[in-house]
């Protein structure tokens, strides 16, 4: 498999299309290198690194569909893989929908600080900046940390039959420290781009070790609704489910809160989200999907109003829908159209104003396990996890804890009130999808406790 | 043939070179695993679907540091790369080690191993794998269910672990799942429904599911759900759980907080820490009737393994024993800074993985009750049967069971459909509260996540009937 070129793809692509008389089909090829070092209570627990090519291959024969996921180099394994497959197709009944790839070739041009250099440095590196967050994280007022730093490299190729050609390098910088102030008290921050500008891993540390010791003495409070400042944090991870949501995958299989709904009020006006590959230094950025179709972006939510949701070729003939950039290859669905690069436009209010005007609330800074009831209504519950604080007249007051967020999705997105203009990238281990995230203020949040 | 032994050679290669690098430990973990899924949903056929992986990864322990690396380009050159990487990554981190890093001794063995398998999922027809499927797409429909998801996926995963202390053992899983999701429509809108059957067997677990009866009734029960308005009665209240919600439970209240890695920290950056101390080995954290076990030997469970993935021979553990904490699960780093042996507890979930601490198969043990021994005794409570939205803090204390099928219980007899009902609850007093089990032992099959990159373990969890007395309900 090593070295890959498009020469190379294309003429296994012809020689797959011809054997086993494929109508269209796509090629993909992923390169990676990843390196992880992982840290618990101070100290270096594990420093790893794993390199990996992966072939995915989706194609289409008499209107019948089949997709591999593939780590060989074997071309007669490959060869075997796809005979099997096109033999199952037989059995399978053609699709009612009548769809086709898109048609290429296309310009995908490129995005800004897609590929930074600077990512790539030693193992000696890589531990000075661990060992900068967890010194930092005490100087903030922590006792302890742990935390992850990640770096990775991706060179992506794409083949397809209908004239799509192109390839792309990324790198990923992700550090979170989470810092314990006692064994209760805990605070998280994170950094997540695809180059090294505005990595600071001295100011992670120190503000995971500051909300940490802000979050010492815990008080318990009763359930009810609150007004509720979300930390960009939190956001992320409630945007994981909006950004499912719009996928008309989960639309066609009634697993979205946004079946329905196209065109109508899905949230308050000042919210707006985007999804778009092609923003300078998100980590998720991409020129084109898994079909050949160049990235772009997509306007999801217009000032409340639901716009679009994201489409694969088959979503967008099934559902009617134009393509979007979006489609992935994964089994056993195909490609299907997920958010790569989610973006919030920024609002007026700093966290201060934010802060004075909720008055009296609370302030969630992380969160962890979102479950829903119902995906297609909206009814789930989040766990807020380290600091999560109470407002009182107008000032960030004392810790508390036990919370949890039950609530609807919908109901949110309706009662935003307030969102700053100040946005960070956050993309961490339980929001996977990278999400340019402001404060958000939600009016009346329903939090139950036990 | 496509099998880790196939690649015996390069194994042999990554260990020699780690034992001429000197290090103090060295494994070479081989992994071809491959699936195929058919998948319906809503009336049409889903791509075809095939997963070839398949690479080795090396892990190395080098003055108390642990280094890993693992590639999928199954050539010498790569590997020997890798196995050298793997010595530099424990290496460059050692001079920074504050808590050094070290292996329990275990018994040195060759093994082998391979799933019991009737009938080879292989050798079914395709043509009989799509008719079923079809079918319960056609039987969810009938029932009254508009939208649905149905997939069966079939595995095999060969493996081979060598390590530099001369531990060989090798082994086949195959594995079969089904999974459907549903959706039904009634007089109080939607209810929704994820079934997930699992086991490490060959095609003859399809037949044993019974899964047309499974869906009649799932897609039958869910439309009932959706014509339900009647909420649930809120305050102290007795409560019957069905084996579903009390398997959750076992898994997410006892044995990931009994998880020695995460007691030490280890997990803290993502899936958090326990409200379980080292010290806390005794202490009474339920009601005599509380015993759960964790057990990899149990034929046919999803989670089931003879030897884990440090090669250490597995058996059944005792997490919890007539309500006190008697066992935490551990691996071979964990063991050695308890000062005990491994218990065989590693699990790494594919070759790019290193073997951290899972759970297998978890349950409850079951009691000497009949389940209608158990109503029979509730003069106003609730029954909930199974659940959608669950949840639980990071120290494994404060979580959420929300019932999906729920009955209220009148006079020991099982009334009218509720909707929604919801358990908030400490682990201590969940555990605490429950008076009596049945004698009937049910597992469902789930897909764990934990680790960074995140490792999904196929895991069963079940238990009997159980009743829990005077604890808080509430409604979403």
């Known amino acids: 498999m090593t070295p890959i070129s498009l020469e190379d793809m294309g003429r296994l692509m012809r020689r797959l299309s011809r054997k086993w008389r494929i109508d269209e089909g796509c090629l993909s090829i992923v390169e990676s290198w990843n390196r992880m070092i992982r840290f618990c209570n101070d100290s270096i627990t594990a420093s790893k690194f794993w390199r990996q090519i992966t072939l995915a291959l989706y194609f289409v024969k008499e209107n019948r569909r089949a997709t591999a996921i593939l780590e060989t180099h074997e071309i007669n394994r490959i060869e075997e893989i796809i005979g099997r497959l096109t033999s199952t197709m037989k059995f399978m009944e053609a699709s009612p929908v009548e769809f086709h790839l898109p048609k290429g070739p296309f310009q995908y041009g490129a995005v800004g600080d897609m590929f930074d250099e600077r990512i790539l440095v030693d193992e000696d590196r890589l531990i000075d900046w661990v060992e900068a967050g967890i010194n930092s994280s005490k100087e903030g007022g922590a006792e302890r940390s742990s935390g992850v730093l990640t770096t990775s490299r991706f060179r992506r190729y794409l083949y397809t039959t209908e004239g799509c050609e192109g390839s792309e390098e990324a790198t990923r910088l992700e550090f979170s420290v989470r810092a314990f102030s006692d064994k209760n008290a805990s605070g998280e921050e994170n950094f997540s781009s695809s180059s090294l500008k505005g990595f600071d891993p001295n100011a992670v540390g120190m503000e995971a070790g500051s909300i940490a010791h802000k979050s010492r003495d815990k008080t318990k409070i009763k359930g009810g609704s609150f007004n509720a400042i979300l930390h960009p944090n939190v956001v992320a991870n409630l945007m994981e489910s909006v950004g499912e949501s719009c996928s008309a995958y989960s639309v066609d299989i009634g697993f979205s809160f946004f079946s329905d709904k196209m065109r109508e009020r899905v949230s308050s006006p000042m919210f707006t989200l985007r999804d778009n590959p092609r923003f300078p230094g998100s980590p998720g950025s991409h020129l084109f999907d898994d079909e050949g179709c160049p990235t772009r972006e997509v306007t999801l939510i217009d000032e409340g109003v639901l716009r679009s949701y994201l489409h694969s070729s088959y979503t967008a003939a099934k559902l009617g829908g134009s393509l979007t950039g979006s489609a992935y290859i994964a089994t056993p669905t195909g490609t299907i159209p997920i958010a790569q690069s989610l973006i919030i436009d920024p609002g007026d209010y700093t966290l201060e104003e934010m802060i004075q005007e909720v008055r009296e609330g609370i302030l969630v800074t992380n969160n962890w396990y979102t479950r829903f009831q119902n995906y297609l209504t909206g009814d789930f519950s989040t766990i807020p996890r380290d600091g999560t604080f109470k407002i009182e007249n107008g000032e960030v007051s004392g810790s508390i804890e036990g919370l949890r967020i039950s609530d609807n999705m919908l109901r949110i997105l309706s009662s935003i009130a307030g969102i700053t203009g100040q946005r960070k990238w956050v993309r961490r281990w339980d929001a996977e999808t990278p999400t340019l995230s402001p404060y958000i203020l939600v009016k009346d949040l329903n939090f139950t406790t036990i | ?476």
Not at chain 2, 91 to 98: Q, W
Not at chain 2, 282 to 296: A, H, L, M, R
Not at chain 2, 365 to 392: A, C, Q, Y
Not at chain 2, 401 to 428: D, H, Q, S, W
């Open chain 2, 1 to 476: 043939m496509d099998s880790a032994e196939a690649y015996g050679d390069l194994a042999e290669l990554a260990i020699k070179t780690l034992s001429k690098s000197g290090v103090e430990y060295g494994e070479a973990r081989l992994c071809i695993e491959k699936a195929q899924m058919l998948s319906v949903s809503t009336g049409e056929i889903e791509p075809a679907s095939i997963i070839r992986r398949g690479g080795i990864g090396i892990r190395t322990l080098v003055k108390c540091s642990l280094g890993f690396a693992s590639t999928n380009i199954l050539r010498g050159n790569a590997v020997k790369e890798a196995a050298l990487k793997s010595v530099k990554l424990a290496k460059a981190s050692s001079h920074t080690i504050k808590a050094p890093i070290s292996l329990s001794t275990e018994e040195i063995r060759e093994g082998k191993w391979r799933t019991k398998v009737t009938e080879d999922p292989s050798n079914v027809p395709v043509e009989d794998k799509i008719t079923l499927i079809r079918d319960l797409d056609r039987i969810a429909f009938d029932e009254g269910c508009p939208k649905r998801v149905l997939s069966i996926s079939e595995s095999m995963e060969s493996s081979l672990l060598l390590t530099t202390e001369g531990i060989k053992i090798s082994g086949e899983t195959v594995r079969v799942s089904f999974t459907g999701l549903l959706t039904a429509m009634g007089n109080s809108g939607s209810a929704q429904r994820i079934i997930q059957k699992g086991e490490t067997s060959g095609w003859e677990s399809i037949a044993h599911w019974k899964l047309p009866d499974l869906i009649m009734g799932e897609a039958k029960s869910l439309k009932e759900v959706a014509e339900c308005t009647t909420s649930p009665p809120v305050g102290l209240t007795d409560l019957i759980l069905g084996p579903e919600v009390v398997g959750i439970i076992c898994h997410e209240a006892c044995g990931h907080p009994q998880e020695a890695d995460r007691i030490l920290g280890r997990e803290a950056a993502q899936a958090g820490e326990s409200y379980v101390t080292p010290e806390m080995l005794g202490f009474k954290i339920g009601s005599d009737v509380v015993t759960i076990i964790d057990d990899p030997t149990l034929e046919r469970g999803f989670g089931s393994y003879l030897f884990d993935d440090e090669g250490v021979r597995a058996h059944p553990k005792t997490l919890i024993k007539d309500g006190r904490i008697n066992e935490f699960l551990h691996n071979r780093e964990t063991a050695s800074l308890f000062g005990c042996r491994s218990n065989a507890s590693a699990r790494a979930m594919g070759y790019d993985r290193e073997p951290i601490i899972r759970m297998s198969n978890t349950y409850m043990r079951p009691g000497e009750h009949t389940f209608e021994e158990l109503i029979e005794e509730v003069k106003d409570g609730v029954f909930i049967r199974s659940f959608m939205e669950w949840n639980i803090d990071d120290r494994r204390w404060n979580q959420r069971y929300v019932g999906l099928e729920a009955f209220r219980i009148i006079k020991g007899e099982i009334m009218e459909r509720i909707r929604n009902p919801v358990l908030e609850i400490t682990t201590g007093n969940l555990f605490g509260s429950v008076d009596a089990a049945s004698r009937e032992l049910e597992f469902e099959a789930a897909i764990c996540g934990k680790g960074d990159p995140m490792q999904g373990a196929p895991v069963w969890h079940g238990g009997p009937t159980i009743r829990l007395r005077r604890v808080k309900l509430t409604r979403r």
